[in-house]
T-cell receptor
Framework: AQSVTQLGSHVSVSEGALVLLRCNYS??????LFWYVQYPNQGLQLLLK??????LVKGINGFEAEFKKSETSFHLTKPSAHMSDAAEYFC???????????FGAGTILRVKS | SAVISQKPSRDICQRGTSLTIQCQVD?????MFWYRQQPGQSLTLIAT?????????ESGFVIDKFPISRPNLTFSTLTVSNMSPEDSSIYLC?????????FGSGTRLTVV
């Protein structure tokens, strides 16, 4: 069975600082991995996805994530945080495309001015 | 990517009543997924709905409580039946697409 662990339910960074949100997965097969963002009172927006192509995946809003099979990780990064990045971020895994998503618990990102 | 119209966006319901949530997709999709997001928590899959067959429910969810319809490849409904305050959550539908899974904007349900 697939599972996702997001380390840190809350992360706080200063505006302009590096954003690092951690995600580790467990999967018996090569997984598909996703990062979603949820702004207050809104639905989920796809940031980026890994589907067994390039291990470094670039997404929207300056975010990127690197798939590291040896570490079973898919951490999300952004070089410089902006106030508008404040939101909740979810990492998700699927054993194959078209199958259900299993979500991590989420990480709330706070950006301080 | 697919665009999903989900309604209602929110509702306040009396306990013991039922609410039907609708999701309309702008393209044909094979599978639709229904998730629940309880307050302050992550998303949990309720069921997977394929057109022309019974929905497949995850552990802890049953058809009598969450009946699902999937009459065609662009539409699905989820009903929350005999509601109690514990059903207060955000319910979201989702579809798989070429560029990733797309989600509806969610239905924020409050049961009083």
């Amino acid at each position: 069975a697939q599972s996702v662990t997001q380390l840190g339910s809350h992360v706080s960074v200063s505006e302009g600082a590096l954003v690092l949100l951690r995600c580790n997965y467990s999967s018996s097969v090569p997984p598909y991995l996703f990062w979603y963002v949820q702004y207050p009172n809104q639905g989920l927006q796809l940031l980026l996805k890994y589907t067994s192509a390039a291990t470094l995946v670039k997404g929207i809003n300056g975010f990127e994530a690197e798939f590291k099979k040896s570490e079973t990780s898919f951490h999300l990064t952004k070089p410089s945080a902006h106030m508008s990045d404040a939101a909740e971020y979810f990492c998700a895994v699927s054993p194959q495309y078209g199958n259900k998503l299993v979500f991590g618990a989420g990480t709330i990102l706070r950006v301080k001015s | 990517s697919a665009v999903i119209s989900q309604k209602p966006s929110r509702d306040i319901c009396q306990r013991g009543t039922s609410l039907t949530i609708q999701c309309q997709v702008d393209s044909q999709v094979t599978m639709m997924f229904w998730y629940r997001q309880q307050p302050g928590q992550s998303l949990t899959l309720i069921a997977t709905a394929n057109q022309g067959s019974e929905a497949t429910y995850e552990s802890g969810f049953v058809i009598d409580k969450f009946p699902i319809s999937r009459p065609n490849l662009t539409f699905s409904t989820l009903t929350v039946s005999n509601m109690s305050p514990e059903d207060s959550s955000i319910y979201l539908c989702s579809v798989d697409g070429r560029y990733g899974y797309t989600f509806g904007s969610g239905t924020r349900l409050t049961v009083v």
